[in-house]
């Protein structure tokens, strides 16, 4: 009974799943084809050869030479906002603030100054000063008699 009652299960489910197929139909979807020409036996068609490639030179953007720190400063008096260096030897110092290895000193022997400097930066490998009044001075190493923090 029950193989009986899956048989016809079955039978009805594929009716049901035929039935649909048949009733749809794309009738309003209709693909017309119009045939082209074919040109006459006579005509020679000759195609050129391609265009060689156009080739665009791109000039290169001129080059700006950055200026280098200098090597070594050596002043009487220095001024300015920030003052980096490698090392730097100095009798006095006034800033808010000094990064790097502080090293005090006794006295710091400072020949050949040249005059003051006052810039907003001042930067160089190695700077010898007398005096150095600035808000930050960032160094390796800074050896400095006298200290004074602002």
């Given at each position: ?44 068609v000759i195609v050129p050869p391609p265009a060689p490639p156009a080739v665009q ?94």
């Amino acid at each position: 009974m029950r193989r009986r009652a899956r048989v016809v299960a079955a039978v009805a489910g594929l009716v049901a799943l035929s039935l649909p197929i048949g009733w749809a139909r794309a009738d309003h979807v209709r693909i017309e084809v119009t045939p082209q020409q074919q040109p006459p036996a006579s005509t020679t068609v000759i195609v050129p050869p391609p265009a060689p490639p156009a080739v665009q030179y791109v000039p290169a953007p001129p080059q700006v030479a950055v200026p280098l720190p200098p090597q070594t400063i050596n002043a009487d008096q220095i001024k300015a906002n920030q003052v980096r260096a490698d090392t730097i030897y100095a009798n006095r110092i006034e800033a808010d603030q000094v990064l790097g290895q502080v090293h005090q000193t006794r006295d710091v022997k400072i020949r050949d100054t040249s005059g003051d400097v006052k810039a907003p930066e001042v930067a160089a490998s190695t700077i010898y000063a007398d005096e150095i009044k600035a808000n930050s001075v960032i160094a390796q190493h800074v050896f400095v008699r006298d200290l004074r923090r602002r």
